[in-house]
């Protein structure tokens, strides 16, 4: 054994002991640290030959990658829709990396670990009262999790005219309807090789919405002559977090062939409270879901699943069927998540999720859930009783979206948005809605608080008196 390794093999104790020290170091000032900086490295060090063991090593991370660092599992940073992450779930992240599973099969030789993948998609369906009528794993993010279940849609658009697509590439067009796409399901369509042109785009509800029209989805439906088609539908929008009606697409559903996905990213966890749950009402009767977890579950990076309806797992098993191994047998029968997604090796990414949800249970998240949607509502109203900002919609969840008063400030909304950022107290992200400039704030971590909010405010006022706005 090289002599770095089994110096630290020796020492293993000791590293990890501080390790634990170097991430409560951060975890413990994270209200201190900014939320953005300007701090760079040359990204250009050399490999040295003799490697310097795990504790220098670890002092090099320490003075020159973790001032890097930013403070986005803090309560602050409202940017994009970033969760944090919560004791338990660093706990189930960290023995992830440790037990170093590879989880692929229920009956494998010398492991089950996907077994836990199945308890863990379990617990899940019971926070979001779904059915056990879906099958579900896990992937990165929300964005490998539409590609997982729009790549099923696609294997079953061929075989609603006998074609199998996976075996022999795409032979013609397929029908994509959707209002408001997430940015990630139109570069799923591209990856998928249906081409991210290649979709209608169905009206909103008319006023301040981004939910489909019912009507128009009804109209565009009519044209395709009972021509089968996919249809993308919305959980939360990212920019005003509003909702298809899933109640009236299930009774389309009872008269028109389609493959129902809801991308319902963040939005998905407005079921686990009583006062935002008919938000999704209707939702069990999709075909596909994408949820993710690094949001409002508040675990770290990555973590999403794909929740797809147990009728179509033959369908799913012909687009993903790992082919060079003819060894597995019926892939139904074997269970083996390499025949059902995109990777081939993958880490315990369920334990985190698992560790999370024993461990604050259904009450836990719908806090969490209410804990957000309270803040949002005080931002808001903070907003609206300042005389420099205008909302640019109303607050249904979970997200601010918001914009200097008047059209004279639209010039003005990305260099406020940078000044605001550059302080380093409050992250958030630009938009364009309905063709105006503005900026959204996204309320998903388990940390924020009343005080934030504050904080939040008088840097917005600060900003808006450093700019003599
Ligand atoms: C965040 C988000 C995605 C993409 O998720 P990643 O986890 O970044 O891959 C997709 N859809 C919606 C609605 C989202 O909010």
């Keep these: 054994?090289?002599?770095?390794?089994?110096?630290?093999?020796?020492?293993?104790?000791?590293?990890?002991?501080?390790?634990?020290?170097?991430?409560?170091?951060?975890?413990?000032?994270?209200?201190?640290?900014?939320?953005?900086?300007?701090?760079?490295?040359?990204?250009?060090?050399?490999?040295?030959?003799?490697?310097?063991?795990?504790?220098?090593?670890?002092?090099?991370?320490?003075?020159?990658?973790?001032?890097?660092?930013?403070?986005?599992?803090?309560?602050?940073?409202?940017?994009?829709?970033?969760?944090?992450?919560?004791?338990?779930?660093?706990?189930?992240?960290?023995?992830?990396?440790?037990?170093?599973?590879?989880?692929?099969?229920?009956?494998?030789?010398?492991?089950?670990?996907?077994?836990?993948?199945?308890?863990?998609?379990?617990?899940?369906?019971?926070?979001?009262?779904?059915?056990t009528t879906f099958l579900g794993g896990f992937v990165t993010g929300a964005t490998m999790s539409n590609f997982t279940c729009l790549g099923v849609a696609r294997q079953w658009f061929g075989a609603q005219s006998g074609k199998d697509f996976a075996k022999n590439g795409i032979s013609e067009?397929?029908?994509?309807?959707?209002?408001?796409?997430?940015?990630?399901?139109?570069?799923?369509?591209?990856?998928?090789?249906?081409?991210?042109?290649?979709?209608?785009?169905?009206?909103?509800?008319?006023?301040?919405?981004?939910?489909?029209?019912?009507?128009?989805?009804?109209?565009?439906?009519?044209?395709?002559?009972?021509?089968?088609?996919?249809?993308?539908?919305?959980?939360?929008?990212?920019?005003?977090?509003?909702?298809?009606?899933?109640?009236?697409?299930?009774?389309?559903?009872?008269?028109?062939?389609?493959?129902?996905?809801?991308?319902?990213?963040?939005?998905?966890?407005?079921a686990v409270s009583e006062k935002f749950k008919h938000l999704?009402?209707?939702?069990?009767?999709?075909d596909s879901i994408t949820i993710d977890c690094h949001k409002w579950l508040n675990v770290p990076y990555e973590s999403a699943f794909y929740l797809i309806k147990k009728e179509h797992t033959q369908l799913q098993v012909e687009t993903f069927q790992n082919s060079n191994a003819p060894y597995l047998g019926n892939p139904l029968e074997n269970f083996n998540y390499l025949n059902v997604l995109p990777e081939n090796s993958r880490r315990l990414r369920a334990l985190p999720v698992w560790f999370s949800l024993l461990a604050y249970g259904k009450e836990g998240f719908q806090d969490i859930v209410e804990n957000s949607t309270a803040l949002a509502l005080h931002f808001a109203n903070a907003l609206i009783e300042n005389d420099n900002f205008e909302l640019l919609a109303p607050i249904r969840l979970n997200n601010v979206c918001f914009t200097l008063k008047g059209d004279h400030n639209q010039e003005n909304v990305g260099a406020f948005l940078t000044l605001l950022n550059d302080k380093g107290k409050v992250f958030m992200t630009p938009t364009v809605y309905q063709n105006r400039k503005g900026i959204r704030a996204s309320f998903v971590n388990w940390r924020t608080t009343e005080k934030d909010i504050k904080i939040i405010i008088e840097q917005l006022k600060e900003t808006v008196s450093d700019l003599n706005l």
């Design 173 to 270: 067009p397929i029908n994509i309807l959707t209002a408001t796409p997430h940015s990630s399901s139109i570069k799923t369509l591209s990856m998928l090789g249906i081409g991210s042109n290649n979709y209608t785009a169905i009206k909103t509800i008319e006023g301040n919405r981004e939910a489909i029209d019912i009507a128009d989805l009804e109209n565009n439906i009519e044209k395709l002559n009972g021509k089968p088609f996919i249809l993308i539908s919305s959980a939360g929008t990212v920019n005003t977090a509003d909702f298809d009606d899933f109640e009236a697409i299930s009774k389309l559903k009872e008269k028109y062939n389609f493959w129902w996905h809801i991308d319902a990213a963040f939005g998905g966890f407005a």
């Design 1 to 131: 054994m090289n002599s770095a390794l089994q110096h630290d093999l020796n020492d293993f104790e000791n590293i990890l002991e501080k390790t634990k020290q170097q991430g409560l170091d951060f975890l413990n000032n994270l209200e201190n640290i900014p939320t953005s900086n300007k701090h760079t490295i040359d990204p250009t060090r050399n490999l040295n030959a003799e490697g310097l063991g795990s504790l220098a090593t670890l002092q090099e991370f320490k003075e020159r990658l973790a001032p890097l660092m930013v403070a986005s599992p803090g309560p602050r940073y409202l940017g994009f829709v970033t969760g944090g992450s919560t004791p338990a779930s660093i706990v189930g992240d960290w023995l992830a990396s440790v037990y170093d599973q590879n989880t692929q099969a229920i009956k494998a030789q010398g492991g089950a670990s996907a077994l836990i993948e199945f308890e863990t998609i379990h617990l899940l369906l019971q926070l979001l009262e779904l059915p």
């Design 280 to 286: 999704v009402e209707g939702w069990e009767g999709a």
